[in-house]
């Protein structure tokens, strides 16, 4: 019987010679970029997903994530890229990606889709395979979930017979300038030889690694990174209320912090953390620690009661604003500039502008909307109209709400034409509008 190490040279010989079969299961976000960059550099790949229309698009050499573009997946089919949902397609894989989705559900992780995916592996694992987790989760799933699961197949890590490790994803959406191969890599194996082999394939992906010592260590450098950013928008955003009642300007404040070269981090505030990292990563970390150890984690609390508090203020603020002109909301016409979560990305689920919308209509406003990257016919929640930014709608506006500060809105209309503006993002400071920033 080959010893362990042999086995991990063998797969790294694989891997270096492109022969090793590359499955990931789950082509979301994360999943398809993986996939793609795999493909090119020429592994062969299969992305397998249990979602039929994503799996018809691609097969058609359609894209639905907007960082991939058609011609990328066109491409990938091209060389031999196969998007399947029939689980058979994974038998013999060399190397396995699990990308699922890890929500919360009542405010409980629900990793039920990393033991899915790890069932069907387990299924076809083979003596000398790899695989790697790389779906967002709390330190401990890679060893206490996805290694018994894997082991139901008969084959043991402790005996070498197959490898482990874990990656956490930086993919930032819509950023041009970090992307996923020049992002450095967070790598981490179960073993010596785990991390060997985790090591060759994704050195083979991108342009950095980043070794790690095991992989609850990986698990939590991904919380920690967003925990940080999270408890950082809450800190500015409680510090946004606090200096308008004191009279200062925050926005200038923070430039001029962000002038020190060192120990200090801009952050801006805004009208909420949303997405489906910053809401959901910290409470992962916070119910682990609470489950694991019987701590309540603090910040993380504090900062989902500020940063949840956000589009509440936002509507005080709009109110205040209307007030001074002796309107009230109940009839006013306000125009929301920005649907999606952030800048440069279509995506508006987990949106602080989708729960402005909601309370304004609720206290009875004429709400309309625009966002140049939300398609039109997307299913929003709440009752918006969604309309063109023209100059028409922009003056017809009794109020607009700055939300995502978008490259492709019309700024020096807004500031021409628009008769009052709260401008959540300080995106118009210094351009002479009329109206406030956050
Ligand atoms: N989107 C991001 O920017 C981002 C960044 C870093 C980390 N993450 C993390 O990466 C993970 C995936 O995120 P995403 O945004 O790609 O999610 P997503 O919802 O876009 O994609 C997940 C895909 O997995 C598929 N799936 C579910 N169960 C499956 C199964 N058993 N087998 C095969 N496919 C299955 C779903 O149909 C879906 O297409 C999450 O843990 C997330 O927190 C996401």
Known sequence: MPDPTSRAAELIA?????????????????????????????????????????????????????????????????????????????????????????????????????????????????????VVLESTTYPGTTDELLRPILEESGLRTADGDFFVGYSPERIDPGNTEWTFVNTAKVVSGLDADSLAVVEAFYGALVDKIVPVGSTGEAELVKLLENTFRHVNIALVNELAMFARDLGVDIWSAIDAAATKPYG??????????????????????????????????????????????????????????????????????????????????????????????????????????????????????????????TVAELEAADLVVLCVDHAELPYDDIVDHARLVLDTRGRLRGLGFRGESL
């Open 264 to 389: 200090f981090m801009r952050f801006a505030p805004g009208p909420g953390a949303g997405g489906h990292c910053l809401p959901v990563d910290p409470a992962y970390l916070a119910w682990r620690v609470e489950r694991r150890i019987g701590q309540r984690f603090r910040f993380v609390e504090l900062a989902n009661e500020v940063n949840r508090g956000m589009p509440d203020y936002v509507v005080a603020r709009v109110t205040a604003l209307l007030n001074d002109e002796r309107r009230a909301v109940n009839g006013a016409r306000i125009l929301l500039l920005g649907l999606a979560y952030k800048a440069g990305t279509s995506d508006w689920r987990v949106s602080p502008a989708m729960a402005i919308a909601e309370r304004l209509a609720q206290l009875g406003a004429d709400v309309r909307a625009h966002d140049p990257l939300v398609p039109d016919d997307a299913v929003l929640g709440p009752p918006i109209a969604r309309v063109p930014c």
């Open 14 to 130: 694989k891997i270096d010679e492109r022969r090793a079969k590359v499955v990931v299961l789950g082509q979301g976000y994360v999943g398809l970029l993986v996939a793609m960059r795999a493909a090119e550099v020429g592994f062969p790949v299969v992305g397998y997903d249990v979602a039929p229309g994503r799996v018809e698009a691609l097969l058609a050499g359609r894209s639905y994530v907007e960082d991939v573009p058609d011609a990328r997946v066109a491409a990938a089919l091209a060389a031999g890229y196969l998007p399947t949902q029939d689980a058979a397609d994974l038998r013999d894989f060399d190397v396995a990606l699990i990308t699922v989705q890890t929500p919360l559900r009542e405010n409980t992780p629900d990793l039920s889709f990393i033991e899915a995916a790890a069932r069907d592996l387990a299924a076809c694992l083979t003596p000398g395979a790899l």
